[in-house]
């Protein structure tokens, strides 16, 4: 299976501050028709995983464009430009490139 | 707007099914996305179970072997898990989520249903 690691697992950050978040996979997400299938979620306190970004760096309906993805091959990285309090919660990478499709570890964004 | 809705038992023993039904209003699961289940054990481990397509042919995470099946019920626009032979490691959070065929991500989920496993 593919592994997704995800760094830092968890993350202190003050409102307004830039934070990155790393996920990197034991193989190369490129898939044979020439996509990623590398997606971001992000999991608030007491609600289900709701899609933030797929294809790398595409942002969902909705999604602030202070979230933004960026990477290619195993290396990817979720970047969020001023973390607002919306913000706070457990972030994970998913692959879809692969079976069985796989999650990273997660990382929990908190307020410092 | 679509909405999916998990339920089924809290409570499982051991060695028996889990078996649990996602209600989905607001698309017909026919149409064409795919549909699955996915789990949060305590922690944030998060895993894939499976996935039955809007034609019904399933894929199964092979970690879970022979103990899955995901069937559905058109005419309810419900698709159900079924996880056989459960043990205290298959406490967790289940969730059913809408899958799109084009982009490759789950755009949709249910708000979840924690199964605890125990006698």
């Known amino acids: 299976d593919v592994v997704l690691t995800q760094t830092p697992p968890t993350l202190l950050a003050t409102i307004g501050q830039s934070v990155s978040i790393s996920c990197r996979s034991s193989?190369?997400?490129?898939?044979?028709?020439?996509?990623?299938?590398l997606n971001w979620l992000l999991q608030r306190t007491g609600q289900s995983p709701q899609p933030l970004i797929y294809?790398?760096?595409k942002l969902e309906s909705g999604v602030p464009n202070r979230f933004s993805g960026s990477g290619s091959g195993t290396d990817f990285t979720l970047k969020i430009s001023g973390v607002e309090a919306e913000d706070l919660g457990v972030y994970y990478c998913?692959?879809?490139?692969?079976?069985?499709?796989?999650f990273g570890g997660g990382t929990k964004l908190e307020l410092k | 707007e679509i909405q999916l809705q998990e339920s089924g038992p809290g409570l499982v023993k051991p060695s028996q099914s889990l078996s649990l039904t996602c209600s989905v209003t607001?698309?017909?699961?026919?149409?064409?996305?795919?549909w699955s289940w996915i789990r949060k054990f305590p922690g944030n481990k998060m895993e894939w179970m499976g996935y039955?397509?809007?034609?019904?042919?399933?894929n199964y995470n092979p970690s879970l072997k022979s103990r899955i099946s995901i069937t559905r019920d058109t005419s309810k626009n419900q698709f159900f898990l079924q996880l056989n032979s459960v043990t205290t490691e298959d406490t967790a959070t289940y969730y059913c989520?809408?899958?799109?065929?084009?982009?490759?991500?789950?755009?949709?989920w249910g708000p979840g249903t924690m199964v605890t496993v125990s006698s």
């Open positions: 989520a809408r899958w799109d065929r084009y982009y490759w991500y789950f755009d949709f």
């Open positions: 607001g698309y017909t699961i026919t149409s064409g996305y795919d």
């Open positions: 039955i397509s809007y034609s019904g042919s399933t």
């Open positions: 193989q190369s997400l490129l898939h044979s028709n020439g996509n990623t299938y």
């Open positions: 294809l790398v760096s």
């Open positions: 998913m692959q879809f490139t692969h079976y069985p499709w796989t």
